[in-house]
């Protein structure tokens, strides 16, 4: 509270007057100080000691919400001075090795050992929320109590009330700070202030710094240079793990790791204009950006804790020991004349208790920030400078053949083999109208179905490509669509086509999070593609929309079903398409071929699906065999269950996915357990209050939630007219029994026999079919004589009858169907 408080005269540059014990009113209020904390200003490293003994932050800083991109932020409060202590980056301390890494995965060197802070509870502490930049305000230094490293935030410069607190995370290539990270799949990392697609680093903005190397001095600069504090004065070492985490396969979105892999430099600026200014800004009140970002944020910390979380309690076995001999005296012996109180002391224990006792073991370990390092070690390939060539991914894996684990070479020879299944042939497929994607088997080269090594047949193999990614073999695969385009520009044949079709294909698909019918675009759609924008632009449009139209294009394609789907284009895959078509005919298509992504020498069309497998394998993701356009697809809808869509949003929705919303509602909406949870709860507080009796006689479907949304598709149809009927529950009954007399009335048509689909039902299944009925009439028979014994005592009688109406009316409905000819049924 003390240095608080001197903290803030500081702060409104009153230095002087916190000499001396007494009162200061200074606009803001009146502040107590003490003078012996003060001098010049309390000693920053121990300040910064001070809280974090006390397992506090400061008062003088505030978190707020900045947007969906960004999350949230620090920002300071009052004036802080340049060299102050600001924050601790709280949080658990791991070895590196068994910390997940995550967005609050904080690394570093200590003592020749690489650990971790693994910050990913929120137990409330600031310094987790500490946003990145390249011009930061603050930067981090490792501060040791106990021998036992801290991180802490200090100024780099003065910092103004409400400006926020920034750090460097440390390399150039974090996702936000390039122009490629935009609204794709994981919208929480977008930067507001970097130019698109900068150029790729040079070795030394990238190259990792180490421990003690730099500004030695600032540790030492305090105005209490005990020689304890010097010694423990470390020197920050910006390796966060977002840098590692956008190289490692398990915590960067493998559709990122795609995206990267395909369109290094797809994405405009104009993309991140439509991102920021109207997705965010317009489309959503920060209330529902916020809502949006914790959904993301909780989805993320989801995955990151599904993989093989290493419990604290081993930690804690092992260890347990060790800290309890060592902690309480070498705290005290440390920390000097620090007051840390009792409390303090204690949280620090458990803290150590529960997370780590160092040791040195880390040594041999994979750690994630090794692909960090050679991220930043090696410098990316420009596509412009250097021969460009899609067999990149082959040289990378072939490089990693030489010394390949076990488990790696048959993976790596997987990956190898489908890059080398020749995009051509690879690529093509005879049933190319295929809406979904087919099985694995469908997909993998020869060698790796079940009858490639006899030898091997009882182990099971394992499917993946590899086990993480390096950050070369991603930055070298960056550039591919750009890299295809080239090459098919300057040497057109058939493979640079097939290469171009590729990642041209793959890219569509993932934009989109479309199936199959990408891949049947027509020239003809393509060449009409303006007129089928200018059709679709009305005032009916939102302002997104309208902003969207502007910039994208798109197209329509006929599905399989016959319905047309619209396909969206940025402007550089409308370039690819165009360059597709230009040079189809030096690239071997047929002119009969009319497909954009047609098969030279066929009249067949390139499959997406495939297009995107080989993507996958060859960015190296972890589960290549999982990256699948019907993933993707339902990737968005999953998403959607946050917007809880109202029934004709969601229709437009499954439309656009190309989805039948009757098989795929569950990936839409909350499971349909939750309202019956729900309802149940609603039950047990009416218990708890002694209301229940007002539920009396009521089934759980009786019970009406607040925002209850329908489930039943066929319910949609006839309700959605007039949606304010539907809430009167009385009269939803009478609608049904009015569809069912409907029903009725038009059964006899179900055994027309005009109808144009056959009976195909054998006679046998007829007669099987029958003899069911009857047991399923004589059931509902049954059901009904239960039902109606235990219908609820004062229902009306004729209420009770219609009940029975219409569900003998419907059992009936659906045994006399397989007679009537099922497909011809108006169910
Ligand atoms: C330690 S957290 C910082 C707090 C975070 N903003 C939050 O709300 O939880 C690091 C994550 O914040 C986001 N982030 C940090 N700096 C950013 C920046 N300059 N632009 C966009 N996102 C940033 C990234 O998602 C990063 O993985």
Known sequence: MIADAADWLIRIK?????????????????????????????????????????????????????????????????????????????????????????????????????????????????????????????????????????????????IQPGEEITYDYGGYDLPWRRGTWLCMGNPSHLDNNKEECEEPPSESDTTEQTIGQQDQEECTEGTTPSQTVNEECEEEVPVRADKATQTTEQNTSVEQMIWKYISYQCLTSEHQRICENQLLQIQLTPATQQKLFKEDKRINEDRATSGQHVPDVELTS????????????????????????????????????????????????SCPVSAAQSMSEEEQPKC???????????????????????????????????????????????????????????????????????????????????????????????????????ELRETPSAQSYADLCKVTLAQILMFNRRHGEVSQMTIKSLQERDQAQASEISEALT???????????????????????????????????MLLTEKRDQCSVSKSNIYVFGQPRSNRCYRGENALRICANECGAMNPDRLTSTRFSRHISTLSQVLTLKNHE???????????????????????????????????????????????????????????????DSEDEYFEEDDAFLKDREARHELALHL????????????????????????????????????????????????????????????????????????????????????????
């Open 14 to 158: 009153l230095p002087r007057l916190a000499t001396t014990l007494g009162y200061c009113l200074k606009e803001v209020g009146v502040f107590v100080l003490n003078v012996s904390a003060m001098g010049k200003g309390i000693n920053p490293i121990l300040d910064a000691k001070q809280h974090v003994c006390a397992r506090r932050d400061k008062s003088n800083l505030e978190s707020r919400f900045i947007n969906v991109i960004k999350g949230y932020g620090v920002f300071a409060t009052t004036w802080i001075e340049e060299g102050r202590f600001i924050v601790e980056y709280r949080g658990v301390l791991r070895e590196a090795g068994q910390c997940i890494p995550d967005a609050y995965s904080y690394y570093f060197i200590y003592n020749n050992t690489r650990y971790c802070i693994d910050a990913s509870v929120d137990d409330g502490s600031l310094g987790r929320l500490v946003n990145d930049d390249s011009n930061p305000n603050a930067k981090v230094k490792i501060i040791s109590i106990s021998r036992i490293p801290h991180l802490c935030l200090f100024a780099l410069r003065d």
């Open 318 to 365: 092992n260890n347990e020991e060790a800290s309890e001999s060592q902690l309480p005296n070498q705290l005290t012996d440390e920390v000097g004349n620090m007051e840390c109180n009792e409390e303090a002391e204690q949280q620090i224990l458990e803290q150590q208790q529960t997370s780590m006792e160092v040791e040195p073991s880390v040594e041999g370990q």
């Open 384 to 486: 412009q400078d250097e021969p460009c060539q899609m067999q990149l991914a082959e040289q990378t894996q072939a490089g990693e053949q030489t010394q390949p684990s076990n488990n790696d070479s048959s993976q790596t020879q997987n990956a190898t083999q489908s890059s080398e299944a020749d995009q051509e042939s690879y690529l093509s497929s005879e049933d190319s109208n295929d809406e979904t994607v087919s099985s694995d088997e469908e997909f993998l080269p020869d060698s790796d179905s079940d009858t490639d090594s006899d030898e091997d047949s009882d182990i099971e193999k394992p499917k993946k490509a590899k086990t993480s990614v390096t950050s070369k073999e991603i930055e070298e695969q960056a550039p591919a669509a750009q890299c295809a385009m080239k």
């Open 543 to 577: 302002e997104l929309e309208k902003v969207f139209c502007e910039e994208y294009c798109k197209i329509l394609v006929r599905q399989k079903i016959g319905a047309l789907v619209p396909i969206i284009l940025t402007p550089d895959m409308i370039n690819a398409l």
């Open 650 to 712: 969601l229709k437009k929705l499954a439309k656009f996915i190309g989805h039948d919303i009757s098989l795929r509602k569950e990936y839409y909406r909350q499971t349909e357990a939750t309202p019956r949870l729900a309802k149940i709860c609603k039950l047990i507080l009416a218990i708890e209050k002694g209301s229940a009796t007002e539920m009396l006689g009521q089934s759980l479907d009786d019970i009406v939630l607040p925002d209850e949304i329908r489930e039943s």
């Open 740 to 827: 069912l007399s409907k029903k009725k009335m038009t059964k006899p048509k179900t055994s027309n026999k005009n109808c144009s689909v056959p009976d195909l039902t054998p006679k046998k299944q007829h007669n099987e079919s029958t003899s069911k009925e009857q047991e399923n009439e004589s059931t509902s028979k049954q059901q009904d004589k239960k039902s109606t014994t235990e219908e609820p005592k004062g229902k009306p009688a004729q209420e009770q009858t219609e009940k029975k109406k219409l569900k003998t009316g419907y059992s009936k409905g659906i045994s006399t169907l397989p007679n009537a000819g099922a497909t011809c049924a108006e169910w």
